[in-house]
């Protein structure tokens, strides 16, 4: 029987699944550190110009904004396989 009523396949597939999804996400995690990086230093330099700063603080909060999915998203798989380790414990 399969835990998830949607899309029903294995228990070993969807930990497979899920093995390459957290490693794209956490590949997806390191360029946006880069380019968060990138266009705060970018943001910096335009400092004088209201336009230019305005336009390199959007792209620092995009940065910020899919930084903070990655990682919510990781956090979530964190809690729920803490979660299924703990009830196997029992």
Do not use: C, H
């Not at 969807?14 to 990138?38: D, E, G, P, R």
């Not at 940065?63 to 903070?68: I, M, Q, S, Y």
């Not at 990655?70 to 009830?87: A, D, E, H, T």
């Amino acid at each position: 029987m399969s835990e998830s009523p949607i899309l029903p396949i294995d228990k070993k597939t969807w930990n497979k699944w899920s093995f390459y999804i957290n490693v794209v996400i956490f590949i997806i995690i390191a360029v946006f550190i880069y380019l968060l990086f990138l266009d705060a230093l970018n943001a910096g330099k335009v400092y004088g110009d209201n336009y230019e700063l305005t336009n390199a603080l959007i792209a620092v909060m995009r940065d910020v904004a899919f930084l903070a999915v990655g990682l919510v998203i990781l956090f979530v798989q964190m809690f729920n396989y803490y979660r299924q380790l703990s009830r196997r414990s029992w």
